[in-house]
């Protein structure tokens, strides 16, 4: 019986052969933290060790409130930079780098056959690159510090055969909404997310980001597509560390096959307060709305920017609506720069906000009031999250928010190609 | 053996719900994390929990972030267990990180309801009401290793502590 990758990786690391349902013990190859880091010290202190067991595979990146929102932020802040100066921490990324799970792509940890964890649920995007990568807790990070070990449970695989091809104006994004919507928020949870077929090579190593990146609002254990010659293209001079890829076997053990056809898929939106409330465009088109986010770790990359600005060039944003765009991180940023989209997201009237998570967790950089509506290309709009408990979030891709802050309502980006 | 009175919430209970966003980068003791315990979904369940209380729920419970205060602030609050149809998995190890018993029982979660008494016994598996009594799936040896520890850091200190002189043994 042939392996699926989250076997062979996990196996590999464990020194055995392994299979879906067994608990494996293995020493990742990194842990990420961020923000976060501040409390996982506390927790760490607790264990009476004095230094870190692998310094060098501890990656820590500030990007939850970046710049420091407050005292407190700032105190979290500083505590992590004294951590990771008396540990001889590495691997450290301050407030001028990025979302954690753009920088670690970008500068090169997440590789295909590694095993990645982080105490932040949408660790599975490493999976784009063929990574195994999952979220953990605080405690669980300090322990691993402490450690260098971690037990996982080796997960049973869900496997999505996509074929067909996405039409102008649909997105990787609308992709991953309508398949929670279709199937529920908990349709892949404690389980692997294969994203296979015909067309998985056509998409785009961003796009496999946003995907792997929203397996965790199907419960996902990690998400991933396997490594092709377009992941290893992209990796080129980024990679810091020699890799083995792994991929499935054609005759792998799956706990199930979901066909899905790419071509009469429409742009999706996820409503308030459910990931899983997923209706077409169409359906909601006219919502009124009063903000629009363009970013995060899930649409915050420069092909993400660069369809915001093929709507907005030229236009401007409706006078009712406020629109915030977060480029994914600094080297995002750049090259938005580079490419004339931030210009022309700029001109339109949006305001450009430092590279970090922004207003999606709800802690600074345009929080909402009771009654107001935000669009966001971000993952989760659950009640309350970015302000008051009665304001609502709806998800969507960045074109979709692009055309939404052209006319101050939901609307369907197709009607401006 | 241990008594407590029902909390009972539909499915998709996410963090956001359980310890909002706007408070998750603040470091808290474990008493103010309490007092925002389901802040966004029950307001009144922060003022009315009682130690020993349980709360009963759907499936997929603590879908969302991997924000560890959304186990802490329940166990600060009191609670003595979450019962639920299904958990989703990082909040699951983050309960028994900290030492938040997790329960799986869907027979418990459509027979109870708010207001009714509880005794739990985690040794025999059980959950004993007036509506009857219910098995839970036992959770695995390892994992009531941790939640006797009181948590994965108590836990770990031992096994390091046990390496250690292992180490000087040798």
């Known amino acids: 019986m042939g392996k699926t990758l989250t076997e062979k990786v996990l196996g590999r690391k464990a020194g055995k052969d392994v299979v879906a349902g067994e608990v494996v013990s293995v020493s990742p190859d990194y842990v990420l933290s961020h923000d976060n880091s501040a409390a996982i010290i506390k927790e760490f202190q607790k264990l009476g060790v004095r230094k870190v067991k692998a310094p060098g595979k501890i990656v820590i990146v500030l990007d939850h409130i970046v710049p420091a929102a407050d005292e ?69 990070t300090a322990c691993t510090w402490a450690t260098d070990e971690i037990w996982l449970r080796v997960p049973e695989t869900m496997r999505i055969d996509l074929a067909g091809r996405l ?39 961003g796009a496999r980001l946003t995907l792997a990146n929203m397996s965790a609002e199907m419960g996902a254990k990690n998400g991933y597509f396997a490594p092709d010659d377009k992941a290893l ?44 409330n997923v209706k077409p465009v169409a359906a909601v088109a006219g919502k009124p709305v009063d903000q629009v986010l363009i970013g995060t770790c899930t649409n915050g990359r420069l092909e993400d920017l660069e369809a915001a600005a093929a709507i907005l060039k030229g236009r401007q944003v409706h006078p009712s609506v ?38 999606c967790l709800g802690a600074h950089e345009g929080l909402m009031a009771a009654g107001e509506v935000t669009l966001s290309t971000s993952n989760r709009n659950f ?20 055309a939404t802050a052209v006319t101050g309502q939901i609307t369907d980006p197709r009607e401006f190609s | 053996m241990s008594h407590g009175i029902v909390w009972k919430y539909g499915d998709n209970v996410n963090t956001d719900v359980i310890f909002p966003g706007r408070y998750t980068y603040q470091i808290m003791t474990p008493e103010e994390m ?28 603590g879908s969302g972030s991997s924000r ?103």
């Open chain 2, 34 to 61: 309490a007092t925002h315990a389901l802040e966004d979904l029950d307001p009144a369940f922060a003022k009315g929990v009682k130690p020993g209380d349980v709360i009963v729920a759907g499936k997929n419970f």
């Open chain 1, 72 to 140: 407190k932020y700032a105190q979290n802040h500083k505590s992590i930079r004294e951590f990771v100066a008396a540990q001889g921490i590495p691997n450290f990324f301050d407030i001028n780098a990025g979302i954690c799970h753009q920088v670690l792509p970008e500068q090169g940890f997440a590789l295909p056959g590694l095993v990645i964890v982080g105490s932040d649920s949408h660790t599975p995007s490493y999976g784009a690159l063929g990574a195994f990568a999952t979220g953990i807790g605080r405690t669980e």
């Open chain 1, 167 to 205: 039409r102008p104006g649909v997105f990787a994004k609308d992709l991953s909404l309508k398949l929670i919507g279709d199937h529920g928020a908990e349709m892949a949870n404690y389980k692997a997310v294969e994203f296979a077929g015909p067309a998985a090579p056509d998409f785009s190593v």
């Open chain 1, 322 to 359: 406020r629109v915030l765009v977060i480029p994914a991180s600094w080297q995002v940023y750049r090259e938005a720069l580079g490419s004339g989209a931030l210009a022309a997201l700029v001109e339109a009237g949006c305001v450009i906000l430092n590279s970090g998570c922004g207003p």
């Open chain 1, 233 to 276: 293209k992209w990796l080129e001079g980024r990679a810091r560390t020699p890799f083995v890829p792994a991929v499935s076997d054609p005759d792998a053990s799956y706990e199930s096959v979901l066909p899905f056809d790419l071509d009469g898929l429409e742009p999706q939106v996820a409503c308030p307060h459910a990931v899983d």
């Open chain 1, 383 to 402: 009640r309350g999250r970015m302000g008051h408990r009665d304001s609502e979030i709806y998800l969507a891709s960045p074109a979709t928010a692009a």
């Open chain 2, 68 to 170: 560890e205060q959304a186990a802490a602030c329940l166990k600060a609050a009191g609670v003595q267990a979450v019962v639920a149809r299904s958990f989703a998995r990082i909040y699951f190890r983050n309960a028994i990180n900290i030492g938040l018993p997790v329960l799986q029982s869907g027979e418990a979660v459509d027979a109870l309801e708010t207001g009714d008494h509880v005794d739990l016994d985690l040794g025999r598996g059980e959950i004993r009401s007036a509506r009857g009594t219910f098995r839970f799936l036992p959770l695995p040896q390892s994992v009531l290793g941790i939640i006797a520890a009181g948590g994965l850091i108590e836990y770990t200190k031992t096994r390091l502590k046990e390496r250690e002189i292992e180490a000087q043994q040798e």
